[in-house]
Nanobody, 126 residues
Framework: QVQLAESGGGSVQAGGSLRLSCAAS????????MYWVRQAPGKGLEWVSHISPRGSGTDYAESVKGRFTIFRDNAKNTVNLILNSLKPEDTAVYYCATGPKRPITAIRVLSDFTYWGQGTQVTVSS
């Protein structure tokens, strides 16, 4: 049974930092691209970042580039997202996911992924 469990969210002031973690089980973690996506209140799902199976390749949405860092530990089956210089517009529920069913630019809802976690709330106050 595949499980993805996010942790590390919280409430911070603008300019602060958080570290999100996603623990994976039930599949060959080291063979899969892992994604972080987010959903802000009243908005659609937004791709944030993804990382290649061995961690050598990463990509970021323009809105977070230079502020967020994704990395993974295949020995521990975890994928992490460091959030620096947080802004109020980063407020959202953050999900880790894998197995996209369509190109990442066409992702609109969580079910566009094969697997996703329950999410962790990040709230940034001004």
């Amino acid at each position: 049974q595949v499980q993805l469990a996010e942790s590390g969210g919280g409430s911070v002031q603008a300019g602060g930092s958080l570290r999100l973690s996603c623990a994976a089980s039930g599949f060959t973690f080291g063979s899969e691209i892992m994604y972080w996506v987010r959903q802000a209140p009243g908005k659609g799902l937004e791709w944030v970042s993804h990382i290649s199976p061995r961690g050598s390749g990463t990509d970021y949405a323009e809105s977070v580039k230079g502020r967020f860092t994704i990395f993974r530990d295949n020995a521990k089956n975890t994928v992490n997202l460091i959030l620096n210089s947080l802004k109020p517009e980063d407020t959202a529920v953050y999900y880790c996911a894998t197995g996209p069913k369509r190109p990442i630019t066409a992702i609109r809802v969580l079910s566009d992924f094969t697997y996703w976690g329950q999410g962790t709330q990040v709230t940034v106050s001004s």
